[in-house]
């Protein structure tokens, strides 16, 4: 839709205009550079995240050095959020996986918004039991599926936040994501593509057959998809009565780049992740 599109965040664009207006004037739009890491786990957020592009994942770290992915954040939600339901450091370390886009803003500033928003109050409450709900699918999709219907998942979150059928994933991410060895994915990988499932894989890049890669996925990924669906439910978001107008958000956007055009932005670029 053409709101969403200006918009370019998912949840950003089933605000109210009345409710995002505190918001827009305090955004920063910066590229994100793949293996940027957002946030370490232990850490305060510094800034709060909201994804136009690219895709972000949320990683657990072992005390071996292993890592493993356990939920992903595209232009559907947001990182950094959870920070304003109380002060608390992060459990995981959210770091690019694709690059893209993201309008960021200091947690200060959100929570001056949330105090005057119900609906943005109830935004971070969806996306809350969204990623909680995201965690324990994954948690129980590690103990009771193969690692090729799991890949399968994966590949299809993956695609589900970003344009075309070629996924840039490279075999460490693919790796983090299954909280295996690189020798497993490829195993894995091999026979998806047996199956027509994944039509080829080469370095970085890898080409999925939608249909049958959903064949081969298990039932997790249709019951996560549902549950991340839910964010931009607009009756959960709008109150009653309200009447949302999609050309007021894009006048609110417009007035805010015209603001800040001539102040420079820096990408989140680093520190860099660890290597699987």
Known sequence: ????????????????????KFLVPHFRMVPLERDAVLMRS???????????????????DMPSGQTVATALVGNEGAVGILSTLGPSRSPMTAVVRVAGTTLQ????????????SSALNGAVQILSR???AQFQHVAACNALHSVEA???????????????????????????????????????????????????????FIEI????????????????????????????????GLVR?????????????EVHRRTPSQGVTGPRSRGH
């Open 245 to 257: 107008h999609p050309r007021d958000r894009a006048a609110l956007f417009a007035e805010a780049e």
């Open 105 to 116: 803003i200091s947690p200060a500033r959100f929570q001056a918004a949330l105090d005057r």
């Open 150 to 204: 799991r890949l399968a998942r994966w590949l299809l979150h993956v695609h589900d936040r970003l344009d075309g059928d070629t996924l840039p994933l490279t075999q460490e991410t693919l790796a983090e994501f299954l909280g295996v060895r690189r020798t497993t994915v490829t195993h894995a990988v091999c026979k998806l593509r047996d199956s027509g499932a994944v039509r080829s894989n080469r370095r970085s």
């Open 130 to 132: 969204a990623l909680m």
């Open 42 to 60: 232990g850490d305060v957020a510094e800034k709060i995240y909201f994804p136009l592009s690219g895709l972000i994942a949320f990683i657990m």
């Open 209 to 240: 057959d939608r249909p049958r890669l959903e064949a081969a996925a298990c039932e997790c990924y249709q019951l996560m998809r549902r549950r991340i669906g839910r964010i931009v439910l607009p009756e959960e978001m709008t109150p009653p």
């Open 1 to 20: 839709m053409e709101h969403r599109a200006r918009v370019g965040n998912r949840l950003l664009a089933a605000l109210p205009p009345a409710d995002l």
